[in-house]
């Protein structure tokens, strides 16, 4: 009855070292779900697909008429914004859309920290 009361279950974090292999290899999907000034900024995460958090549930969703072709409900996601709030709210929400391996990175400065590298 108070379901909606319950506090959502965490996703699954993955280490940066892993998520940069992982996303070299091609074997998973990184998602950048900052905001369009922010990557102008800083740059994004190489080989990074740039969905802001306010398209993600639309640009996941396989249904949807916006749904972004470089992903897949198969493939492994991994995404990150500033701090990990944002993308913690998108692996909710690719979850919800039927993405069975979703990670939350944290942040691109985890990404950098790593090695990973960056693009302007």
């Known amino acids: 009855m108070f379901a909606f009361l319950k506090p959502k279950a965490k996703t699954r974090r993955i ?3 892993d998520a940069i292999a992982q996303a070299k290899s091609g074997a998973l999907t ?3 779900v900052r905001e369009a000034d922010e990557l102008r900024q800083t740059g994004k995460a190489k080989g990074a697909v740039h969905i802001p958090l ?9 249904k949807s008429g916006h749904f972004n072709r ?3 409900a198969e493939k492994p ?3 990150y914004c500033a701090s990990g709030m944002r993308s ?3 692996a909710h929400m690719l979850a919800a859309n039927g993405y069975a391996e979703v990670y939350n ?3 691109l400065q985890d990404w950098q920290n790593a090695g ?3 693009v302007r």
């Open 54 to 62: 306010a398209q993600i549930a639309a640009q996941s969703d396989p």
């Open 30 to 32: 990184l998602i950048d």
């Open 88 to 90: 913690e709210r998108a």
């Open 70 to 72: 470089k992903l897949s």
């Open 77 to 79: 996601v991994a995404l």
């Open 105 to 107: 990175l944290g942040s």
């Open 15 to 17: 280490a940066a070292c």
């Open 116 to 118: 990973g590298a960056i």
